[in-house]
């Protein structure tokens, strides 16, 4: 009967012991995954925070600063200026 045998990814066969090979490889990668994941959150951890009610009026603020110069609210100054517009097409009959 021989050796028991398992396929891969690519299809070949391989043997009990590669395949433990192959496992050890998913775990050192997962155990690396991990790693970074926790560098990641130190980093987020020391970003400094800020009030979900200060953000915002920062927004609120900024907004209104802004909304002179925000096309959707007050609209193009002339039909030109704007770069949505229907251009207009040549057509011969």
């Given at each position: 009967?021989?050796?028991?045998?398992?396929?891969?990814?690519?299809?070949?066969?391989?043997?009990?012991?590669?395949?433990?090979?192959?496992?050890?490889?998913?775990?050192?990668?997962?155990?690396?995954?991990?790693?970074?994941?926790v560098e990641q959150l130190?980093?987020?951890?020391?970003?400094?925070?800020?009030?979900?009610?200060?953000?915002?009026?920062?927004?609120?603020?900024?907004?209104?600063?802004?909304?002179?110069?925000?096309?959707?609210?007050?609209?193009?100054?002339?039909?030109?200026?704007?770069?949505?517009?229907?251009?207009?097409?040549?057509?011969?009959?």
């Amino acid at each position: 009967r021989g050796p028991v045998r398992h396929l891969d990814r690519r299809g070949s066969a391989t043997s009990p012991r590669q395949c433990l090979g192959i496992v050890q490889y998913f775990k050192m990668s997962n155990l690396q995954q991990q790693r970074k994941i926790v560098e990641q959150l130190r980093r987020e951890a020391g970003l400094k925070r800020m009030e979900v009610s200060a953000a915002v009026e920062d927004l609120k603020k900024y907004i209104q600063e802004h909304e002179s110069d925000d096309y959707l609210l007050v609209g193009f100054h002339s039909q030109k200026s704007n770069p949505f517009r229907e251009k207009s097409s040549c057509s011969l009959l």
